[in-house]
């Protein structure tokens, strides 16, 4: 058998091969261990940042409301810019067009809001900035859309903020659009009386919305009214957006009662008789309504056209169309008035019902001439006057025709209430 020596040269080779071998090994842990360090290395370097960065990041906490990206926004109270551990230095709003918003920084710098009420369906940018005590500035951002005219709801009001009207006025509401969730829109509306008479609401239908009390009220008292309806949802997806007080006198207590059987009319004020006045009530084929009316509109002189409240000719005209009715004033939506009669004979006055629903006094064309009975009672009328008609052959008119509530009870006007 033969024996292999292994020769110097073959042993050298392996020697060789083996410690390359090694040699690789150690390279590969080498390139591994340097790589190890130096991620280590940047983590560390990245946490000193991070930690340098915090300790020196501003304390002031800013928030913007509405939040960024809001819808349905109120234009009266939702825009506001707060800050927390520190004073706002600059605060700035536009419109996305990039109309300026001006608004007013509080004295100690804590909170920003805006001087004007917003525009309805208008995107607003707001940019803040603040500092904290070390002076460290922080920054924040926010846009928001305020609601839309399609998303709201207002209700146009009367009497109006300032006047002076008479003791049946009552405040009368009408929404541009129906109310679902009448509790929740009658909760926003307070009205109070300087006489401290029990003010209550009464809905004649999903849009209309009358308070007042249960006797007319007190002469010389105050009512205030006060709008808080931004913010409150109507109907589903419709909110208010009214934040408003209004205050209104009321005159001294004048009420007037046409009698259409001795077709005159008394005039009281304060509980006084001040004049009697002769009248021509509605014919006995147009009667006149019965009931407590108050008058809502004065026009010293106006139109009146018969084919607009269904007194037509059988052409389709008119049966009457007079273009200067004077001192007329209204007492319903359906067209009733008490006005001037310059057409009519005087002799009718206080002995024949001739008019088309009207009550009628004696007066001149041109209503210049003060000394006529008409020109008198129009001088000394007032819009929410009361004016009681009686002993007319027609019907009590109905509440809602006009601001005549008065001629519900107390229990039938209660039983409207939402509150």
């Known amino acids: 058998m033969e024996k292999r ?6 042993r050298r080779k392996g020697l060789m091969a083996a410690s390359a071998l090694l ?40 928030t913007i409301a509405p939040k960024n990206g809001a819808t349905n926004a109120s234009i ?7 800050v927390t551990k520190g ?17 007013t920084l509080a004295a100690d710098g804590k909170s920003w809001k805006p001087d004007v009420q917003l525009e309805r369906s208008t995107t607003y940018k707001i940019s803040a900035a603040a500092k904290d005590s070390k002076g460290r500035e922080a920054h924040e951002n926010s846009s928001f859309t305020t609601v839309s005219p399609a998303n709201s709801f207002i209700g146009n009001f009367t009497p109006e903020d300032g006047s002076t009207v008479g003791v049946g006025m009552p405040v009368s509401i009408n929404f541009n659009k129906p109310i679902t969730d009448k ?29 007042r009390p249960e006797q007319y009220w007190q002469g010389g008292s105050t009512v205030t009214l006060k709008l808080a309806l931004d913010g409150v949802e109507g109907a589903d997806g419709v909110f208010g957006v009214q934040q408003k007080t209004v205050t209104f006198k009321v005159g001294r207590n004048q009420v007037s009662t046409v009698d259409a059987n001795t077709k005159t009319m008394t005039v009281t004020r304060d509980g006084k008789t001040v004049k009697t006045i002769p009248i021509s009530s509605g014919s006995p084929d147009n009667p006149t309504y019965n009931g407590q009316m108050v008058i809502s509109e004065k026009f010293k002189e106006t139109r ?19 273009k200067d009715v004077p001192h007329a004033m209204r007492l319903s939506t359906s067209g ?12 009718i006055f206080g002995s024949a019902n001739t008019s088309h629903g009207c009550v009628g006094l004696a007066d001149v064309k ?5 000394n006529q009975p008409a020109a008198w009672f129009y001088n000394n009328s007032m819009v929410g006057d009361v004016v009681i008609v009686k002993n007319s052959p027609d019907r009590t008119i109905t509440p809602d025709n006009g601001l005549n509530g008065w001629n519900m009870s107390w229990a039938e006007w209660t039983a409207g209430s939402q509150a």
């Open 5 to 10: 020596v292994m020769t110097d040269s073959k």
């Open 366 to 370: 041109g209503a210049n001439d003060a």
């Open 23 to 62: 040699g690789g090994v150690l390279v590969l842990t080498a390139c591994n261990d340097n790589g190890a360090s130096a991620e280590g290395s940047k983590k560390s370097q990245a946490a000193e940042v991070d930690k340098a960065a915090a300790q020196d990041a501003s304390e002031a906490q800013i």
């Open 76 to 82: 009266n109270n939702d825009a506001k810019v707060t």
């Open 336 to 347: 009733t008035f008490i006005h001037g009669n310059y057409w009519g004979a005087r002799s």
């Open 183 to 211: 509790k929740a829109v009658q909760d926003g509306i307070t009205v109070t009386s300087s006489s401290g008479q029990e003010v209550v609401g009464h809905w004649f239908n999903s849009q209309r919305l009358d308070l």
């Open 304 to 322: 009146m056209n018969g084919a607009t409240v269904g007194f037509t000719d059988s052409d389709g005209k008119g049966e009457y169309d007079i």
């Open 87 to 103: 004073t706002l230095s600059q605060v700035t709003m536009t419109t996305s067009a990039g109309a300026a918003v001006k608004g």
